[in-house]
């Protein structure tokens, strides 16, 4: 019967959405070029006109690059989990659990507190082979150093 269990990364190890991040690198460019070629271009235009389509190009782009942003970290001491606009450490006690299942948009932590915390760098989006080897390493990263055990139902 063949080990089904994936081998551990060295760390510190990052993992994101390679592909997604760079469509949505190339696309931030290519719109802040296109907006800003358009406004430049246009004739009749004051000077005002032309920086209002600069901006314009400069917040669409943002929001691309926000969007490419999240990635999931694991190193010696833990994980660091950078979505969109929040980042979060934690210790490897504190996560219990890392779960994909069949349908979701990206992983989720289950953690000690009780709450779940998104990983949006692991998402199945265009690499779902991918994402579905990031999510297994990181839950046997997690089985191998996590010394969290889940309370006992209290009867």
């Known amino acids: 019967m063949p080990d089904t269990t994936p081998d551990l990364p060295a760390l510190p190890v990052t993992y994101r959405p ?17 907006v800003t070629a358009v406004g430049t271009l246009l004739d009749g235009l004051g000077i ?10 400069l917040l669409l782009a943002g929001v691309l690059f926000l969007l490419a942003r999240p990635h999931v970290t694991a190193d010696e001491a833990g994980v660091t989990v950078v979505n969109l606009t ?6 490897w006690a504190e996560i219990i659990r890392v779960n994909l299942r069949q349908g979701d948009p990206w992983a989720f932590l289950d953690l000690s507190d009780g709450s ?24 046997a990263l997690v089985e191998a150093r996590s010394t969290a055990t889940p309370e006992a139902p209290r009867g």
């Not at 929040?86 to 210790?91: H, N, S």
């Not at 779940?116 to 080897?133: C, H, T, V, W």
């Open 18 to 34: 390679g592909r997604t991040r760079a469509v949505l690198t190339v696309l931030a460019v290519s719109t802040f070029a296109a």
């Open 116 to 139: 779940s915390l998104p990983a949006l760098g692991i998402q199945p989006g265009i690499a779902r082979q991918r994402a579905i080897q990031d999510a297994r390493a990181l839950r």
């Open 48 to 57: 005002g006109e032309r920086l209002s389509f600069v901006l314009t190009a």
């Open 86 to 91: 929040t980042k979060r450490r934690l210790a």
